[in-house]
C-alpha cells in the first residue's frame, strides 16, 4: 500500500488553516488515541466483554471525515466506530460504559464496542454484521429524499466490505436513486489478516463506483484536512445535487484485527511503515512547523485528551451494571403478547 498524497501535501493544507481549527483536530486525533489506549487497557483487565476493534492509526480518517458534516447528517459504521461515536459528539463517558457494558453507556450496556447507537448525535450503529449497515444506510438516505430534507447519510466500511452483495447492490441503488449518501471504505489494506490485493480483482477500491456512474475518489487517509476537504466536496454534492459518492481512505492499522489479534500476518518492514505514518506523529510535525502550536502548547493539548480518555474510564467504572430485570426490555419494539421473559433459572410454569 502507498500514499496517495505528498507528505508536503499536509504542510502545505495545514499553511491556510486557522491555528484553532489546527489544535481542535489535533486534540480530538489524540482524545481518540488515548481512549482507545485504555478501551484496550480495559479488554485486557476483562472489564470490556465481547469483541474490540480499535481506531488505532485511523485517528486523521476520522476526524477528517466527521469535520465534514452537519450535527443533522446521518452516520452509519462498521464495529470500529469508538473514535467515529466520539467525533459524532457522543461524550467519551458514554462511550466507554458501553465497552464496559454499563447502563449508562449509548445502548445502556446492551450494545457493547460494535453496537454504539445514538439517536441525538444521529449515529445510527455500529453494525456487527459485515455490510449489515450498507443497506439500513441506503433506506435512511431514501427516508431523507422521500421527505425533502437536506440532511445526507455517511456510510462508512473496510476494505473487505467491499466484496460482498450488500456493497453492490447499495451502491447500485442509491445511483439509481440519487440517494444523498456517501460510502467510505477505510482502506488499511487488510481485510482482517487477508490484504486488498489478495482478495479484490481491482485493489483501488475507488475505482468500483464507475460500475454505478458514480464519484470516486481516493485520499490519504493520514491527512486529516485532506480526508475532510475531500468528504467535504462529495458530502455537498451528495446533499444538494443527489449525487452519490464512494470515498476511499487510505490509512494504516497499527494494531491487529481487533484487541486479540497479535497480527502476525504482517512483516516486520510493513509495522515500521505503519508507525512512520502514524497520523498523529506527522500531525504534530505539521502543526509545528507552521507556528499554529508550540511544544508546550501541544503538551496541554495531549494532557488535557489524557485527562479526559482518564475521566471516561473513571466514569465507566463507577456505572452501574444493568439490572436483570431489564434484560428482555428491548427484544422488540412494541409488545408483544406471550412474549416470554423467563431467565434460565426460572421455574418452566
Same mark, same amino acid.
Given at each position: 500500500?502507498?500514499?496517495?498524497?505528498?507528505?508536503?501535501?499536509?504542510?502545505?493544507?495545514?499553511?491556510?488553516?486557522?491555528?484553532?481549527?489546527?489544535?481542535?483536530?489535533?486534540?480530538?486525533?489524540?482524545?481518540?488515541?488515548?481512549?482507545?489506549?485504555?478501551?484496550?487497557?480495559?479488554?485486557?483487565?476483562?472489564?470490556?466483554?465481547?469483541?474490540?476493534?480499535?481506531?488505532?492509526?485511523?485517528?486523521?480518517?476520522?476526524?477528517?471525515?466527521?469535520?465534514?458534516?452537519?450535527?443533522?447528517?446521518?452516520?452509519?459504521?462498521?464495529?470500529?466506530?469508538? &473514535? =467515529?461515536? !466520539?467525533?459524532? #459528539?457522543?461524550? *467519551?463517558?458514554? +462511550?466507554? %460504559?458501553? /465497552?464496559?457494558?454499563?447502563?449508562? @453507556?449509548?445502548?445502556?450496556?446492551?450494545?457493547?464496542?460494535?453496537?454504539?447507537?445514538?439517536?441525538?448525535?444521529?449515529?445510527?450503529? &455500529? =453494525?456487527? !454484521?459485515?455490510? #449489515?449497515?450498507? *443497506?439500513?444506510? +441506503?433506506? %435512511?438516505? /431514501?427516508?431523507?429524499?422521500?421527505? @425533502?430534507?437536506?440532511?445526507?447519510?455517511?456510510?462508512?466500511?473496510?476494505?473487505?466490505?467491499?466484496?460482498?452483495?450488500?456493497?453492490?447492490?447499495?451502491?447500485?441503488?442509491?445511483?439509481?436513486?440519487?440517494?444523498? +449518501?456517501?460510502?467510505?471504505?477505510?482502506?488499511?489494506?487488510? @481485510?482482517?489478516?487477508?490484504?486488498?490485493?489478495?482478495?479484490?480483482?481491482?485493489?483501488?477500491?475507488?475505482?468500483?463506483?464507475?460500475?454505478?456512474?458514480?464519484?470516486?475518489?481516493?485520499?490519504?487517509?493520514?491527512? +486529516?484536512?485532506?480526508?475532510?476537504?475531500?468528504?467535504?466536496?462529495?458530502?455537498?454534492?451528495?446533499?444538494?445535487?443527489?449525487?452519490?459518492?464512494?470515498?476511499?481512505?487510505?490509512?494504516?492499522?497499527?494494531?491487529?484485527?481487533?484487541?486479540?489479534?497479535?497480527?502476525?500476518?504482517?512483516?516486520?518492514?510493513?509495522?515500521?511503515?505503519?508507525?512512520?505514518?502514524?497520523?498523529?506523529?506527522?500531525?504534530?510535525?505539521?502543526?509545528?512547523?507552521?507556528?499554529?502550536?508550540?511544544?508546550?502548547?501541544?503538551?496541554?493539548?495531549?494532557?488535557?485528551?489524557?485527562?479526559?480518555?482518564?475521566?471516561?474510564?473513571?466514569?465507566?467504572?463507577?456505572?452501574?451494571?444493568?439490572?436483570?430485570?431489564?434484560?428482555?426490555?428491548?427484544?422488540?419494539?412494541?409488545?408483544?403478547?406471550?412474549?416470554?421473559?423467563?431467565?434460565?433459572?426460572?421455574?418452566?410454569?
Amino acid at each position: 500500500m502507498t500514499d496517495t498524497i505528498d507528505r508536503t501535501t499536509l504542510l502545505s493544507n495545514a499553511s491556510g488553516e486557522e491555528p484553532e481549527t489546527l489544535c481542535s483536530y489535533y486534540r480530538q486525533m489524540v482524545l481518540i488515541r488515548r481512549f482507545e489506549e485504555r478501551a484496550a487497557q480495559g479488554y485486557t483487565q476483562a472489564k470490556v466483554g465481547g469483541y474490540c476493534h480499535l481506531n488505532l492509526g485511523e485517528e486523521a480518517t476520522v476526524v477528517g471525515l466527521m469535520a465534514a458534516l452537519r450535527p443533522t447528517d446521518y452516520l452509519f459504521t462498521n464495529y470500529r466506530e469508538h &473514535g =467515529y461515536a !466520539i467525533a459524532k #459528539g457522543i461524550e *467519551p463517558n458514554r +462511550v466507554m %460504559a458501553e /465497552l464496559y457494558g454499563r447502563s449508562t @453507556g449509548t445502548s445502556k450496556g446492551w450494545g457493547g464496542s460494535m453496537h454504539m447507537y445514538d439517536t441525538g448525535t444521529r449515529l445510527l450503529g &455500529g =453494525y456487527g !454484521i459485515v455490510g #449489515g449497515q450498507l *443497506p439500513l444506510a +441506503v433506506g %435512511a438516505a /431514501l427516508a431523507i429524499d422521500y421527505r @425533502g430534507g437536506d440532511d445526507m447519510v455517511m456510510c462508512q466500511m473496510g476494505d473487505g466490505t467491499t466484496n460482498i452483495g450488500a456493497f453492490h447492490e447499495s451502491l447500485n441503488l442509491a445511483a439509481l436513486w440519487r440517494l444523498p +449518501v456517501v460510502f467510505v471504505v477505510i482502506n488499511n489494506n487488510l @481485510g482482517m489478516g487477508t490484504t486488498v490485493e489478495k482478495a479484490s480483482a481491482e485493489p483501488e477500491l475507488h475505482k468500483r463506483a464507475a460500475a454505478y456512474r458514480m464519484t470516486g475518489e481516493r485520499v490519504d487517509g493520514t491527512d +486529516v484536512l485532506a480526508v475532510r476537504d475531500a468528504a467535504r466536496r462529495l458530502v455537498e454534492a451528495a446533499r444538494t445535487e443527489g449525487k452519490p459518492a464512494l470515498l476511499e481512505a487510505v490509512s494504516h492499522r497499527l494494531k491487529g484485527h481487533s484487541v486479540v489479534d497479535p497480527a502476525k500476518y504482517r512483516s516486520e518492514t510493513e509495522v515500521a511503515a505503519a508507525h512512520q505514518a502514524d497520523p498523529l506523529t506527522l500531525f504534530k510535525e505539521t502543526l509545528l512547523r507552521v507556528g499554529a502550536v508550540d511544544e508546550d502548547g501541544a503538551a496541554a493539548l495531549e494532557e488535557s485528551a489524557q485527562q479526559e480518555a482518564d475521566a471516561a474510564v473513571a466514569f465507566a467504572d463507577s456505572s452501574p451494571h444493568p439490572e436483570v430485570s431489564t434484560l428482555f426490555d428491548y427484544t422488540y419494539a412494541t409488545p408483544v403478547p406471550g412474549e416470554s421473559r423467563r431467565l434460565p433459572a426460572d421455574p418452566l410454569f
